[in-house]
């Protein structure tokens, strides 16, 4: 079993940059893929991007490509998201979520995930 815990986020003009961390607790973290997931008001949460226990797959959402960067480090049981050209239609609680899984493929949908932090409020002003 692994707990998750988000930070980083904040308030930041359209155009700014901010980097999330999601801290790892419990075994075996190098055998998790990982993933950011955000939530709007009024909204489903959607899946922003995964990487998957090696680090060498990744997938992101089309509306962040190019903008948006996840990594892992095993070492430090973190994994991050860097978010550049922040757009106010990224204003969301961003979680992290978790899946033990030494496949290749990774989820894109909330229900492939087991673990879940309790979610950082990013808020982009325009």
């Known amino acids: 079993q692994v707990q998750l815990v988000e930070s980083g986020g904040g308030l930041v003009q359209a155009g700014g940059s901010l980097r999330l961390s999601c801290a790892a607790s419990?075994?075996?973290?190098?055998?998790?893929?990982l993933a950011w997931f955000r939530q709007a008001p009024g909204k489903e949460r959607e899946f922003v991007a995964a990487?998957?226990?090696?680090?060498?797959?990744?997938r992101y959402t089309d509306s962040v490509k190019g903008r948006f960067t996840i990594s892992r480090d095993n070492a430090k049981t973190t994994v991050y998201l860097q978010m550049n050209t922040l757009k106010p239609e990224d204003t969301a609680v961003y979680y992290c979520?978790?899946?033990?899984?030494?496949?290749?493929?990774?989820?894109?949908?909330?229900?492939?995930?087991?673990?879940w932090g309790q979610g950082t409020q990013v808020t982009v002003s325009s």
């Open positions: 990487i998957n226990w090696s680090g060498i797959y990744i």
């Open positions: 979520a978790a899946r033990s899984s030494s496949s290749v493929g990774l989820g894109l949908t909330a229900d492939w995930y087991a673990y």
């Open positions: 419990g075994r075996a973290f190098s055998d998790y893929a």
